[in-house]
């Protein structure tokens, strides 16, 4: 079993869609990014690169790179999944963390992680996915950012 995390942070700004865990969700501002800056699939993707000490986003999908430019992240997020059964790694669970003041992220919920387990082509059973606010708190308390932690947990067989 390996075990890793991954954290991300990306701005709001008005004038781009707000996409978490491969949804649209309605609202005035969007996150800011070189991709669709989808906060939650990045710091999936970083813990599941990070379990199996294979570096992170920046190094797979540099943002200097013209072909990440407006990416789906949940493309980028199907490659990383490869490269994990390439080198004889199973996904056994993930478990993430939204951080946000607004908007009210329980009602799409469940249409993330279900969009999540298709693209790594696992059950939504080994796809958790939590929101919760700062409280009023630091920059997503203010609504300047949305910030995501996620932990995964993978399996290799011998
Ligand atoms: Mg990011």
């Known amino acids: 079993m390996r075990i890793g995390h991954g954290y991300d942070v990306h701005r709001l700004v008005e004038d781009r869609p707000l996409i978490l865990g491969g949804v649209r969700i309605p609202y005035e501002k969007g996150l800011h990014g070189h991709s669709d800056a989808d906060v939650l699939v990045h710091a999936l993707m970083d813990a599941l690169l990070g379990a199996a000490a294979l570096g992170d986003i920046g190094q797979w999908f540099p943002d200097s790179d013209a072909r990440y430019s407006g990416a789906d992240s949940t493309e980028l997020l199907r490659i ?50 939590k929101a919760t ?9 203010t609504g300047e950012g949305i910030a995501a932690h996620a932990v995964a947990l993978l399996l290799k067989a011998d």
């Open 133 to 141: 606010t700062e409280e009023g708190l630091g920059f997503t308390g």
């Open 80 to 129: 990383v999944v490869q490269g994990l059964r390439d080198r004889g790694y199973q996904v056994s669970n993930v478990d993430c963390t939204i951080l946000a003041q607004r908007p009210k992220l329980a009602p799409y919920i469940p249409k993330m992680r279900e969009r999540i387990a298709q693209v790594m082509d696992v059950s939504p059973e080994c796809i958790s996915v």
